[in-house]
């Protein structure tokens, strides 16, 4: 699997996880301590590769194991 894979499973995860928790990106981005729901739009459309500390925040946030937004074991 290459990185442009990898980036839209893990974008494609986060939307459904963000969806199920009822957030909009804009209420995500404000939880996260992010300036502006348009970062988790680039991340949700694999667009871009986001920090370690982003991620964490975000399964924080969503309460959320990795294996939610990435499942390695799949591919």
Wanted: charged residues 30%; without cysteine.
């Amino acid at each position: 699997m290459n990185k442009s894979e990898i980036l839209k499973e893990f974008g494609r995860n986060l939307k459904a996880e963000r969806n199920r928790a009822g957030l909009s990106q804009e209420e995500l981005a404000e939880r996260i301590g992010l300036s502006y729901g348009q970062v988790i739009g680039t991340i949700e459309r694999g667009e871009t590769n986001t920090s370690l500390s982003v991620i964490v925040s975000i399964l924080e946030t969503l309460n959320l194991d990795f294996e939610k937004l990435y499942d390695r074991n799949r591919f």
